[in-house]
């Protein structure tokens, strides 16, 4: 039995404890990291060498640790991020806290793989490494190949950075079952699995309820899934007793495809998936029997993410409402836009969306003529961060300076990374597990 | 039954995103329904129906056993989410654009 206590670096934590309380599971899983994150998190330990983990640790394990450590689940997690070393030390630290003396806490190290880019190493979006400046940092994602040998340790927690996501849920897959890492159609089936645990809540309801159409019982207590997984790679997907959410072919359709390109070529470090021929079975309330996953053999290189500095996002907003609000807004955006381009020379790139008549579908849609609560909001990203203070400046001086009842202005600036893929023989990535001790 | 309909009406979505690509899948509620999905979501159609927005290759995977189709759209989220000024830079919302696409029914 496998459970999902985490489905990005956000997720809930009370969700996870009932997880665990309620149900007799074999692995804890926590999906923590997302590319940009990992960029962040370097961004992070350049700091402080004793950071660059992710900043909920302490806070999930403290809640989470004394109920795995007195029921037996093994707790596996990326929450490592750029410095899995430091998250592994302060586990223990924390162990120790709280009383698990000699728990045991197994790092998977060699994700980081800077020094192995050469500055011609070709990008997937173009150009080469050398041509986007210096990398903050360079992550290979790893596979089951490599974690098998920190989950052999038989360590209770196992941390690491860049893993595959399905790769978390795979290898203990692999480790109780004893599949071949060549058993193609053993690990996509494994893999498909994975991918839908990985997302946490977005196959037991999440990121799914529509009103009126596509209801969800209880969304606010959404439980997190789990999977009942039979020796030959067949499971349940389910989710924690009691809990709200919804788990039927529908929420399972839609997460079997999320980020997913060619569904007959899934890649992972690990398998080549084919999911076409996937069969979904409702098999009783919130149960889901899922089988037929086709696997190829893996690839021989692996995908790198490669973080950049990406200087600083601004967003500046200013609202409108009542008769005539959507002109007056419209006004505020030809007196913001002459004032940036035409007053202080701003040429790099400028967005002014009017929320309340179209913004997220602006670039898809016509804008609508009528508004009554209409918000301006302005964003521009620039190297440098006094762009971004003139547009905040610019757009708060519309208070006064600008069309007729004008309020509730704010602003950001926030400073930005960029991401961009390679790939990297396996040869050149030297993986190593380290295990400490409370 | 003949006529207008909007895909949302016979139709669920999920979007999600890899760098500057974008991919959508769609399904229909029946699978009566499916070769009406299949018929309006052409990469043509799509690409004429937002021509700011898709501004690279469309691809549509079938999946008839499911009654959906995957589409995966690139250089369709401005930028992506290291680029973008959308608030919405990983095009979460692209689900219910499409949805909100009208196809004409007949059968």
């Given at each position: 039995m496998l459970g999902c206590g985490a489905g990005f670096a956000s997720d809930r934590l009370d969700a996870a404890v009932a997880l665990v309380e309620r149900v007799r599971l074999d692995w804890l899983i926590l999906e923590c990291l997302g590319e940009r994150t990992l960029a962040f998190a370097h961004r992070d330990r350049r700091a402080d060498p004793n950071r660059g983990f992710d900043p909920l640790l302490e806070r999930r394990m403290r809640a989470l640790l004394p109920l795995c450590a007195a029921r037996g689940v093994r707790f596996l997690s990326n929450m490592g991020a750029a410095n899995p070393r430091a998250a592994a030390q302060a586990t223990v630290r924390i162990a120790r806290e709280l009383g698990l003396l000699g728990l045991r806490v197994a790092v998977l190290l060699g994700d980081e793989v800077t020094e192995a880019l050469a500055p011609d190493t070709p990008l997937w979006e173009g150009g080469r490494l050398a041509d986007r400046g210096p990398p903050l940092a360079a992550n290979a994602y790893l596979g089951c190949a490599e974690l098998l040998a920190a989950l052999a340790t038989g360590a209770e927690v196992v941390l690491t950075g860049r893993v595959a996501d399905p790769s978390l849920f795979l290898a203990?897959?692999?480790?109780?079952?004893?599949?071949?890492?060549?058993?193609?159609?053993?690990?996509?089936?494994?893999?498909?699995?994975?991918?839908?645990?990985?997302?946490?809540?977005?196959?037991?309801?999440?990121?799914?309820?529509?009103?009126?159409?596509?209801?969800?019982?209880?969304?606010?207590?959404?439980?997190?899934?789990?999977?009942?997984?039979?020796?030959?790679?067949?499971?349940?997907?389910?989710?924690?007793?009691?809990?709200?959410?919804?788990?039927?072919?529908?929420?399972?359709?839609?997460?079997?495809?999320?980020?997913?390109?060619?569904?007959?070529?899934?890649?992972?470090?690990?398998?080549?998936?084919?999911?076409?021929?996937?069969?979904?079975?409702?098999?009783?309330?919130?149960?889901?029997?899922?089988?037929?996953?086709?696997?190829?053999?893996?690839?021989?290189?692996?995908?790198?993410?490669?973080?950049?500095?990406?200087?600083?996002?601004?967003?500046?907003?200013?609202?409108?409402?009542?008769?005539?609000?959507?002109?007056?807004?419209?006004?505020?955006?030809?007196?913001?836009?002459?004032?940036?381009?035409?007053?202080?020379?701003?040429?790099?790139?400028?967005?002014?969306?009017?929320?309340?008549?179209?913004?997220?579908?602006?670039?898809?849609?016509?804008?609508?003529?009528?508004?009554?609560?209409?918000?301006?909001?302005?964003?521009?990203?620039?190297?440098?961060?006094?762009?971004?203070?003139?547009?905040?400046?610019?757009?708060?001086?519309?208070?006064?300076?600008?069309?007729?009842?004008?309020?509730?202005?704010?602003?950001?600036?926030?400073?930005?990374v960029t991401t961009a893929s390679a790939s990297l023989p396996r040869e050149r990535v030297r993986s190593e597990v380290v295990v400490f001790a409370a | 039954m003949s006529g207008r309909l909007r895909l949302y009406d016979i139709a669920h979505a999920r979007a999600g995103d890899k760098g500057d690509t974008s991919n959508v899948c769609v399904f229909a509620y029946e699978p009566k329904h499916y070769p009406l999905l299949v018929r309006a979501l052409t990469p043509e159609r799509l690409r004429a129906a937002f021509p700011a927005l898709l501004r690279g290759p469309v691809r549509v995977f079938p999946l008839p056993q499911l009654s959906g189709v995957n589409l995966v759209m690139e250089n369709a989220l401005e930028g992506g989410v290291n680029a973008s000024l959308n608030l919405d830079g990983h095009g979460k919302s692209w689900s219910f654009l499409l949805l909100s696409l009208e196809v004409e029914a007949e059968d």
């Open positions: 203990p897959m692999i480790a109780r079952f004893g599949w071949r890492l060549d058993d193609w159609d053993r690990l996509a089936a494994g893999t498909l699995i994975g991918h839908l645990l990985e997302c946490g809540m977005q196959v037991t309801g999440g990121y799914f309820a529509d009103p009126g159409k596509k209801e969800v019982p209880d969304l606010a207590r959404c439980g997190f899934p789990y999977a009942e997984v039979a020796p030959d790679g067949t499971a349940v997907i389910t989710k924690t007793p009691g809990s709200g959410g919804r788990v039927d072919a529908r929420t399972v359709k839609e997460q079997l495809f999320y980020e997913v390109h060619d569904p007959a070529r899934y890649v992972t470090p690990d398998v080549v998936a084919d999911f076409t021929r996937v069969q979904i079975t409702e098999i009783g309330p919130d149960r889901v029997q899922i089988s037929g996953a086709r696997g190829y053999p893996r690839p021989p290189q692996l995908k790198v993410t490669i973080g950049f500095d990406g200087g600083y996002l601004a967003e500046a907003e200013i609202s409108y409402a009542g008769p005539n609000a959507a002109a007056r807004a419209r006004l505020a955006r030809a007196i913001l836009s002459e004032r940036m381009r035409a007053v202080h020379g701003y040429e790099g790139p400028l967005r002014i969306d009017l929320i309340g008549l179209r913004a997220l579908h602006a670039t898809a849609l016509p804008e609508p003529e009528e508004g009554e609560d209409v918000r301006l909001r302005a964003a521009l990203r620039a190297p440098e961060r006094e762009w971004g203070e003139l547009l905040a400046w610019e757009v708060e001086a519309l208070l006064t300076c600008g069309p007729a009842g004008g309020g509730g202005f704010r602003s950001r600036i926030v400073p930005q | -």
